[in-house]
């Protein structure tokens, strides 16, 4: 299956917390998962204290698929 990464806030809407958790689990690998002790939600993230580990890690998704390397641990 193709590589996904799931990143959400897990100070989030109740609802999207469980949500993001579950498609977390039930989606095959490869697959990064991180979550992060923000309230934000979606883009958001970006303008919150973890928005350059965010950016970070989109980068590191994007240069694993492009390199063909195996997806890093968050």
Sequence with gaps: TLPKVFAYGGNDYAAVVIDM????????????????????????????????????????????IRSGSPLPTP
């Design 21 to 64: 958790s579950i498609m977390a689990d039930l989606a095959p690998e490869p697959k990064m998962v991180q979550v992060f002790p923000e309230s934000a939600h979606a883009t958001n993230l970006f303008n919150t204290e973890s928005g350059a580990q965010l950016t970070d890690l989109l980068v590191s998704f994007l240069e694993a």
